[in-house]
Structures are given as structure tokens and as C-alpha cells.
């Protein structure tokens, strides 16, 4: 048994990363091991989990599991987490009750808990002291150990939790059942070392440390091969790639030669504001398959917020920035994060936000009370806000983000398009759905044949969060 440890999590060397790149290799007596069982994966959080679970995918189809879409008849149960928010936390133990009904009436069955959750000190002794029908634990550091793990619960029926608290390794060639065909995650670093004070991702997904770029390359090099349309590279803070390694090498040249390859759409997530250089602006603007969407949070408009929070930037830093997207990128849209109810933030500390907001006219926001960590610094201090004052603020806020929300769609009516077409319309299964280079929902009026091409569609009718179109 190997259980997380936070001490250790905090730990960064002085030196940059020396990773240890491992490429992954089944063993052929592991191939099949699983033949004729079922699994079923619930995913949580960000992107970076969703490419976690592709994975966890390919890994369990590789041993012979089939996916399942009902839990109740599979024989592999899997919750990969996040732990950004307590609401996240809250669902993820919430659903154990689930698992442990099924596992009184199929005791057979293998349940498992993986992601950010399982890299915490904390929720692991919870479910060793509480949830002894979890059979397997494991965290974002050793995916690849999955096939050996669930070896040793079916030969030994013994549960297994193996949890490294380290900076991290680099896993490469490990294989993805990919959730589409037409875009696909490409990871292109791992890991923070932002340390801003409200959040447990430095803990959980280790040192930061970036892929080299030739194994980046020729991930997108397979991908348009394979008929892919769109990339999206992930990472913490995308913006800081390159830092840890030796070569003068960063993220401004790694869009410059992703956009060499010809793909049609390149997005990218998620950008911190301290990393965010001229040079990526100026590549930005300049290639055009780099799409003009940025994700640039903001977390909250006031300087001694942002000084608690350990943002690193400064009120203006930011607006700066801002404007410098809009000024040099064509018709750029910009969506950003925003925290309320930060430990002591008055009321005129979240005046500032609003006034930052007025003058972003940003084109959606994700919006969170602050939710506090265990072992993140933020966690400790003291809060007198009232529970009712921050619930609204939120309020208050989602108010103005969704008023200029409608307002940057609104620019759209009449205007022609070009729309990724990525399957059936969920609100009208008569029509298809897809993404815009801005990143805007679209429902629109074309054969489904169209599915996996990039179309022009007239805008016809805008929401809040979605718009209308026909094919033209």
C-alpha cells in the first residue's frame, strides 16, 4: 500500500524538472486478462481529466474490458476525480453509495477511485477508514501502473492503492480510446508550480514539466493523419511550457511549429496571464489555424485579492493583456474564471471584479464561490463572510457575464461562419451541433453527413449560450 503524502506533494527541487520519460509497454501476459468483463468510467473536472479517462480507456481495452454505459452491469466500476471543488469532492462521495448497493448485491465487482482526489492525504484515509469496499486507488501519476494493479485484485482479490506523492515522470506512447474523431486533447506539459494559494493542482498533479516537443509533433502529425480537424494542447498553465527545459524552447515556437503541420484548428488551455508573452500573441495572430479563442482567467478584479490569492499579476497587468488580445488578434473571443467570496473579500474588492468585467464584456466566465482545500494555504485563513453574502455576489455576477455573454452572440446574427460539425443537436435531433472558431455553441440546419466537416453556416437566431444557423 502506498498512500499519498502532502508534505511530500509540496516538495519542489531547486533544479528545473530532470523527468524521467517512460514509454509504455503492456506485457503480453497481461493482454486479455479481462476478456468478456465490462467497464464503467465517470469522469470529473477539467480536460486534462477527460484525456486522463481516454487513457484509462484504451489501457482497460488493452486488457479486454468492453465499455459499458450502464454501472449497474459492469464489472469494473471507476470514478476518476477532481478536487479543484469541494462540489466535485461532495458528488464524488456521494456516488459511493451507488457503488457500495452494487457491491452487496455482486461483491465481484472491482470498484475504483483515480484522479486529483486520490493524490489527497486526506480523502484517501477517509476511504480507508470509511469506504473499505473501494478495491483500487491510484492517482495522476501512475496511469500506466493500471494493468498490474488490477492483476494483483483479480489474482489476489486484495484491494490495491497505489498513490505517489512526487514532482512526476513523463509517460509517453501510452494509448487513447479517443471520446472523437474530428478533435482530440494533445498533453504538451504536466503539473504547476504556480502555488496560487486557493488551489490543490501543484499538490495533485506534481512539478511542472513539459514533453519534448518532437514527441508533441508527431502526436499532431498522427492525428491529421488519422483525419483529425482540431487539436486542443492542454496543460496547467500551457503558456509556461518550456521553462523546464534546457533548449531555448517555448510556447510561441511550439504554436509556430504545431501550425506548421497544416492541422485545421489549434486551441489551447489553460493559459495563466504571467506567462502570456507578446511572441505567443504575435504567432497567434499570424497563423491561422490557431484559433481566436483564449481562455485567460482572471480569478478576481482587485489587486490585494489577487495578492492573497498568489496570482502573480496585478489588476492592470491583466487589463493590459486584455487589451493587447484585442488589439492584435482579429475578432478574438476571451472567456475567462472568476472567484467569489475569496477569504475577507469586501464588498468593494468585489466591486472591482464587476468593474473589471464591465470592461471586458468577456464572452462567458466560469463562476465559483471560493471553495476551500485542504493544505492549500487559502484554507487556513480567516473567513467572515457570510455564506448568503457570497451566494450573492455570484448572483450578482452571473447576472452581468451572462448579459454580455448574449451580447457577444448577438454580433453574430446574419454574419456567416465557419462551424466544426461534431455530431447530433442535443436540444433538436433533427438538427447537428458544433463549435465555431470562437468557440461558440452552434445548432445548425445540415445533413448529418457533415458530421466531422468544417462548414459555413449562417447565424439565424442567438442565446446565452448557444446560436442558431443554416448551412450556406
Known amino acids: 500500500m502506498i498512500v499519498p503524502n502532502l508534505k511530500e506533494a509540496m516538495k ?19 493482454k486479455g486478462i479481462a476478456l468478456g468483463k465490462h467497464y464503467f468510467i465517470k469522469t ?29 452491469e459492469a464489472d469494473f466500476i471507476l470514478l476518476n476525480t477532481c478536487a479543484i471543488r469541494e462540489n466535485a469532492h461532495n458528488k464524488v462521495f456521494g456516488f459511493l453509495g451507488r457503488i457500495k448497493n452494487i457491491k452487496e448485491k455482486r461483491p465481484d465487482v472491482i470498484a475504483g477511485i483515480s484522479g486529483c482526489m486520490a493524490q489527497e492525504e486526506v480523502v484517501v484515509n477517509e476511504i480507508l477508514e470509511k469506504y473499505n469496499y473501494i478495491d483500487l486507488v491510484f492517482g495522476t501519476h501512475n496511469i500506466h501502473r493500471l494493468p498490474q ?18 514532482e512526476g515522470d513523463i509517460i509517453e506512447n501510452m494509448p487513447f480510446k479517443r471520446d472523437s474523431k474530428y478533435k482530440a486533447w494533445v498533453n504538451i506539459m504536466y503539473g504547476c508550480d504556480k502555488f496560487c494559494t486557493y488551489c490543490i493542482v501543484p499538490y495533485t498533479r506534481g512539478k511542472q ?3 519534448r516537443k518532437e514527441a508533441i509533433l508527431s502526436e499532431v502529425k498522427s492525428l491529421k493523419e488519422q483525419g483529425y480537424k482540431e487539436v486542443t494542447l492542454l496543460g496547467q498553465n500551457v503558456n509556461a511550457y518550456g521553462k523546464d527545459l534546457e533548449e531555448n524552447y517555448r510556447m510561441e515556437d511550439l ?25 505567443m500573441i504575435d504567432v497567434i495572430s499570424k497563423c491561422d489555424n490557431i484559433m481566436p479563442y483564449i481562455h485567460l482567467p482572471l480569478q478576481s478584479g482587485s489587486n490585494a485579492i489577487l495578492k492573497r490569492m498568489g496570482r502573480r499579476y496585478t489588476k492592470e497587468d491583466y487589463l493590459n493583456l486584455f487589451h493587447k488580445l484585442k488589439e492584435k488578434i482579429p475578432n478574438v473571443a476571451i472567456t475567462t474564471d472568476i472567484i467569489v467570496g475569496f477569504p475577507n473579500e469586501t464588498e468593494e ?4 471584479t464587476l468593474q473589471v468585467v464591465e470592461m471586458c464584456k468577456y464572452d462567458s466566465a466560469f463562476t465559483f464561490i471560493f471553495s476551500p482545500r485542504v493544505g492549500t494555504p487559502a484554507a487556513n485563513m480567516e473567513d467572515t463572510i457570510l455564506k448568503e ?53 452552434v445548432n445548425v440546419k445540415a445533413d448529418k453527413e457533415k458530421i466531422g466537416s468544417i462548414i459555413n453556416v449562417k447565424i439565424t437566431d442567438v442565446k446565452t449560450w448557444s446560436m442558431d444557423g443554416e448551412e450556406v
Not at 45 to 72: P, R, V, Y
Not at 157 to 162: F, G, L, M, W, Y
Not at 349 to 352: G, L, W
Open 389 to 441: 453574502v457570497k451566494e450573492e455576489r455570484l448572483q450578482r455576477l452571473n447576472e452581468r457575464i451572462n448579459y454580455y455573454s448574449k451580447c457577444a452572440n448577438e454580433a453574430y446574427k446574419g454574419k456567416i461562419v465557419k462551424v466544426l460539425i461534431e455530431g447530433i443537436s442535443e436540444k433538436d435531433e433533427t438538427k447537428v451541433m458544433g463549435y465555431t472558431e470562437t468557440m461558440k455553441l
Open 255 to 279: 504554436l509556430f511549429d504545431v501550425s506548421k503541420t497544416g492541422i485545421e484548428r489549434i486551441r489551447f488551455v489553460t493559459s495563466h496571464p504571467w506567462d502570456f508573452t507578446d511572441k
Open 349 to 352: 474588492d468585489f466591486e472591482e
Open 209 to 211: 514539466r513539459s514533453r
Open 44 to 72: 470529473y473536472g477539467c480536460q486534462m481529466n477527460e484525456h486522463d479517462s481516454e487513457n484509462i480507456k484504451a489501457i482497460l481495452e488493452e486488457l479486454g474490458f468492453t465499455e459499458i454505459d450502464c454501472m449497474e
Open 149 to 166: 494493479l488490477i492483476q494483483s485484485i483479480l489474482n489476489k482479490r486484495e484491494s490495491q492503492i497505489e498513490v505517489f506523492s512526487k
Open 12 to 30: 519542489r527541487s531547486r533544479e528545473n524538472a530532470k523527468v524521467q520519460t517512460i514509454n509504455y509497454i503492456l506485457e503480453e501476459n497481461l
